[in-house]
Structure formats: structure tokens, C-alpha cells
């Protein structure tokens, strides 16, 4: 069987014993899925870089005792690596960070299409900046739920909660974005 036929449970379990091309196989496999998460939590591609650079970092360190790990309730190795990567992105979001150049906005374009596309970015970042004034425990659900596509259990794992608590934290953050989205609401009835 190749490396890439593996599960990633075997594979952590051989970067344990020391087997770099195994743990290379699994940053392949959840490198991109880290990125997205952490981009959707700082909103920020370098500081979203770092958090996915330290998140394998933090795993190859723990590879040895993933077995202890897995044992202690961790369970899968997808969500054992999503909750690094969640706890690191919360952390990093608290510190705060100067606005670079690059978030400036691009002059709009004059083309016939430049208002619809105003009035989309104009939504999404106004749903993006609802969703970041979430308190973090329901930015977190809303982001592992509907963006990560994780199961309301496998959520609740990597956030360290039931399942009952964590349908709780979307049913607020939820009223909470209606809440603050409401002008958006309204013009599109």
C-alpha cells in the first residue's frame, strides 16, 4: 500500500516513529482545508499562512504521543489538526495587527457591470465583518459548520463541547448576523 492509500491515523503514526514522507503526505491532504479555516478566522492570507506553518509544526512535535492523544478523546486526526489550527487562529486574532497596503480596496472598475459588483463586494464584506464581531466561540462554529463543512460532531469535538452546546452557539450567532445584517435583508425584499 502507498503512502497515499494510508489513513491518516497510520500516517501520524508513522511521523511519530520519525517518517517525514508520511507527515508530508498529510500536509498535502489538509494544508489547503488549514489555510481556508484560518483565512475565514483573521481574515488575512500571511497571518493565515503562519497559523497553517505552526499548526503542522505543533502536529509533527505531537506526532509521537498521538497515540496518547487518541486516546484521551482527540479522536480523529482531522479534527485533533483542525482544533491546533482553530486554537492558534483565536489567538492570533486577538493580537491585533496593522491594515498592510494590500487591503486597500481596487479603484472600481468602469465597466457596465461595476455597481453589481460594488453592491456583491459590498455584502460580502458586510457579512464578513458580521461574522467577525461573532464572539469567538460562535464565529468558531459558524466557520467550522458552514465553511469547513464539518459535522455539528465533529465541530463540537474541535471546540471541546456537545454537540447540544454547540447547535446552541449557531441558533445565536445566526440571530446575531441577522441581527446585524438586517439593512442588507430588508433591500433585497
Not at 475565514?40 to 506526532?63: C, L
Not at 480523529?76 to 486554537?87: G, S
Not at 491585533?96 to 494590500?102: A, G, H, I, N, S
Request: charged share 30%.
Amino acid at each position: 500500500m502507498s503512502l497515499g492509500e494510508t489513513s491518516d491515523e497510520e500516517l501520524v503514526l508513522k511521523a511519530g516513529r520519525g517518517d517525514r514522507a508520511a507527515f508530508g503526505v498529510l500536509v498535502r491532504r489538509h494544508h489547503g482545508r488549514m489555510l481556508r479555516l484560518a483565512w475565514r478566522f483573521v481574515g488575512d492570507s500571511s497571518r493565515a499562512e503562519d497559523i497553517v506553518q505552526e499548526t503542522f509544526t505543533r502536529a509533527w512535535v505531537k506526532a509521537p504521543e498521538w497515540r496518547s492523544i487518541a486516546q484521551g478523546g482527540a479522536g480523529q486526526f482531522t479534527t485533533w489538526l483542525t482544533k491546533i489550527a482553530l486554537n492558534l487562529a483565536i489567538d492570533a486574532r486577538r493580537r491585533v495587527v496593522p491594515l498592510r497596503l494590500e487591503a486597500a480596496d481596487d479603484i472600481a472598475s468602469s465597466d457596465p457591470t461595476a455597481d453589481v459588483r460594488l453592491e456583491q463586494s459590498e455584502r460580502q464584506a458586510a457579512v464578513a465583518r458580521a461574522i467577525a464581531g461573532l464572539p469567538e466561540r460562535q464565529r468558531a462554529a459558524i466557520i467550522l459548520t458552514y465553511h469547513e463543512g464539518l459535522s455539528n460532531a465533529e465541530a463540537a469535538q474541535a471546540l471541546e463541547t456537545t454537540v447540544g452546546a454547540l447547535e446552541l452557539l449557531l441558533v445565536r450567532a445566526r440571530r446575531n448576523l441577522r441581527d446585524s445584517l438586517q439593512h442588507f435583508l430588508r433591500d433585497e425584499t
